[in-house]
Nanobody, 115 residues
Framework: QVQLVESGGGLVQPGGSLRLSCAASGIIFSMYAMGWYRQAPGKQRELVAVISSGGKTNYADSVKGRFTISRDNAKNTVYLQMNSLKLEDTFVYSC?????????WGQGTRVTVSS
């Protein structure tokens, strides 16, 4: 059974930082591209960052220079370091794993940026 379990969300003030983690099980982690999406209620999902199985990264323009995605294949975990958080970064963040046409999703973790 495949599981992606996110953690690290919470309430943070503008300008603060959070690190999200997504622990995967049931897949050969190193063979999957991993990424993070975010979504607000009633809104379209937005790709935040992706890291390929080879470590190549890509980011949404809105988070470039502030967020960093990384992976630890030994721990089957992908991370999203979020710095200089803004009010508009308030979303539910979900991680996914993708290989060819196969995708798996986590349940999401809520990030609230508020003063």
């Amino acid at each position: 059974q495949v599981q992606l379990v996110e953690s690290g969300g919470g309430l943070v003030q503008p300008g603060g930082s959070l690190r999200l983690s997504c622990a995967a099980s049931g897949i050969i982690f190193s063979m999957y591209a991993m990424g993070w999406y975010r979504q607000a209620p009633g809104k379209q999902r937005e790709l935040v960052a992706v890291i390929s199985s080879g470590g190549k990264t890509n980011y949404a323009d809105s988070v470039k220079g502030r967020f960093t995605i990384s992976r630890d294949n030994a721990k089957n975990t992908v991370y999203l370091q979020m710095n200089s958080l803004k009010l508009e970064d308030t979303f539910v963040y979900s991680c996914y794993a993708r290989r060819s046409t196969t995708e798996y999703w986590g349940q999401g973790t809520r990030v609230t940026v508020s003063s």
